[in-house]
T-cell receptor, first 114, second 112 residues
Framework: KAGVTQTPRYLIKTRGQQVTLSCSPI?????VSWYQQTPGQGLQFLFE???????NKGNFPGRFSGRQFSNSRSEMNVSTLELGDSALYLC?????????????FGQGTRLTVV | GESVGLHLPTLSVQEGDNSIINCAYS??????FIWYKQESGKGPQFIID?????DKRQGQRVTVLLNKTVKHLSLQIAATQPGDSAVYFC???????????FGPGTSLSVIP
């Protein structure tokens, strides 16, 4: 069974640009969550999608957005990039929302903003 | 964003010894707790979980202890091996909100 796949693995963008990251969950998983990981702030929750609907959102500005498609694949978008957006962006999938089940993480997309 | 703490605690143990990694969680309403292991260049990997109706759960070489009174979680690794070297994160979740909050992580270094 394939794991969570995130593309691209690495990305370099300049300030002011926008970026789209992609996440393909494990087959059969319907819940996808996104996290930002930085050395200074650790792992922070961005948002969670289930059945194409955003169910939860963390405390990030509106420049951070996402969506989920009918096949459960998810994308997140960051507009007007800032240097502080440089981070590892992790996607996690789980079987169902609202259940105490583990989330499986992808390897992440390393975004560098210059 | 939400997070707990800015400093990454470190723990160094001798190969073969037992390791204990501690975590203080923040939300008294959290009812599900998970430990993750993250190796360099990889995403977090599930180790073990525990629900709030339990105070101890054992896996292979790992044990998680939950003390809800003081909102404390610990991960015990028996006979620590070099392959256990990684950053370990505790995470808490309030089921009704489906949002997972991660602790700052602890870096475990195993000395051969």
């Amino acid at each position: 069974k394939a794991g969570v796949t995130q593309t691209p693995r690495y990305l370099i963008k300049t300030r002011g640009q926008q970026v789209t990251l992609s996440c393909s969950p494990i087959s059969g998983h319907r819940s996808v969550s996104w996290y930002q990981q930085t050395p200074g702030q650790g792992l922070q929750f961005l948002f969670e999608y289930f059945s194409e609907t955003q169910r939860n959102k963390g405390n990030f500005p509106g420049r951070f957005s996402g969506r989920q498609f009918s096949n459960s694949r998810s994308e997140m978008n960051v507009s007007t990039l800032e240097l502080g957006d440089s981070a590892l962006y992790l996607c996690a999938s789980s079987v169902e929302q609202g259940m105490n089940t583990e989330a499986f993480f992808g390897q992440g997309t390393r975004l560098t903003v210059v | 964003g939400e997070s707990v703490g800015l400093h990454l605690p470190t723990l160094s143990v001798q190969e073969g010894d037992n390791s204990i990694i501690n975590c203080a969680y923040s939300n008294s309403a959290s009812d599900y707790f998970i430990w993750y292991k993250q190796e360099s260049g990889k995403g977090p990997q599930f180790i073990i979980d525990i629900r709030s109706n339990m105070d101890k759960r054992q896996g292979q070489r790992v044990t998680v202890l939950l003390n809800k009174t003081v909102k404390h979680l610990s991960l015990q690794i028996a006979a620590t091996q070099p392959g256990d070297s990684a950053v370990y994160f505790c995470a808490e979740k309030e089921t009704s909100y489906d949002k997972v909050i991660f602790g700052p992580g602890t870096s475990l270094s195993v000395i051969p």
